[in-house]
């Protein structure tokens, strides 16, 4: 790749002068203007935008850092980021993203990411979770999109699971179901307790009966276990089947545990959702179209959180509390 010197060595002038060519351009002369610019598109030179940012360069593009945990090596939340890219391109701000795998090498990435001295910083997460925030970070424009902290005081934008489950599980009981079978996610998940408490909550206020709610947890709280989580699963169905179902839906943690479930109930002959219904949650990416008849969801809000984190810097909003967005029900057949 060219540099500023190869630039400076063919247009036949100092480095001072190509410097002044790319950012202060009014001062050149018009002849010395041309040579240099000439010599940049001759040698397809790209100037050092980090260079700039670490100068606070005001032609500078302004840039948020992401800091990723799993959010980019998963495929179940990578829509934050997505939604963080195409919103900064839209405000023409720029992103760059640090992926972590664990937390073991944190503040190795941390240094990494304020070296190029972003204008704000969002930490995202793959799956809701709490995380710990490194000391180094407080003293900047942070964000947290589906993740939250004890820190007190900081922007934190995550999905309002309590309420898409609880209005998916007044929808399920409007449709007449009387006696459900829940396999919710871990009990060391946030999201596993929180959906929870919504579906009973939305099932006592029915004037039901809590006892008459079948509840299990999944054992692992990692996609690395999944294959564990998804045998649960089918013991789960075959003791509650033997010779007769004695439930007539199923409550899924999420859409993966819903797939197990349809190829268990399925390959037994059951009909859905004339015999059984089959509840979800997540609405994963290229998942909810494999299904037959498609299946009933709850939306995870990934997309909005991304962009509503990337709005919150780009606007410089000074709001920092825990703000819910909205998972909606999507209705389609299994129910």
């Known amino acids: 790749m060219a540099s500023l ?198 099932w006592i206020e029915a004037g039901n009966n809590i006892d008459e709610l079948k509840s299990y947890h999944l054992t692992r709280d990692r996609e690395d276990d999944a294959e564990l989580n998804y045998m649960n699963v089918i013991k789960i169905i075959n003791n509650h089947i033997k010779d007769t179902p004695d439930f007539d839906v199923v409550i899924c943690g999420n859409d993966r545990v819903a797939f197990v479930v349809y190829q268990e109930l399925l390959s037994r002959g059951f009909k859905i959702p004339d015999d059984i219904g089959v509840l979800g949650y997540d609405n994963m990416a290229g998942v909810g179209d494999i299904f037959s008849p498609a299946l009933t969801t709850v939306q995870l809000p990934h997309y909005e959180i991304g962009e509503l984190a990337a709005l919150h810097l780009i606007n410089n909003l000074q709001t920092k509390s825990v703000m819910k967005i909205a998972s909606p029900l999507l209705e389609r057949s299994s129910l």
């Open 5 to 202: 010197k190869d630039v400076a060595k063919l247009a036949n002038v100092s480095l001072m002068t190509v410097s002044r060519a790319i950012n202060e351009s009014h001062k050149l002369n018009k002849e010395t203007l041309l040579r240099v610019r000439t010599a940049i598109e001759q040698l397809n030179y790209v100037p050092h935008v980090s260079a700039k940012i670490m100068r606070n360069d005001d032609k500078s593009p302004s840039t948020i850092g992401v800091l990723a945990l799993e959010t980019a090596t998963t495929p179940f939340s990578v829509e934050i980021l997505q939604a963080i890219e195409k919103t900064a391109q839209s405000h023409n701000w720029i992103t760059f993203t640090i992926n972590l795998f664990n937390t073991t090498n944190i503040d190795n990435a941390v240094n990494t990411l304020l070296s190029f001295r972003p204008k704000g910083i969002i930490y995202t997460s793959m799956g809701f979770r709490k995380i710990d925030i490194p000391n180094k970070l407080l003293h900047q424009p942070l964000i947290l999109a589906n993740c939250i902290s004890d820190i007190p005081d900081i922007a934190t934008y995550i999905p309002d699971d309590f309420e898409g489950q609880y209005q998916a599980m007044k929808k399920v009981i409007a449709k007449g179901y009387k006696k459900p079978l829940c396999i919710y996610l871990s009990k060391a998940s946030i999201a596993g307790s929180i959906r929870k408490s919504a579906v009973e909550k939305a």
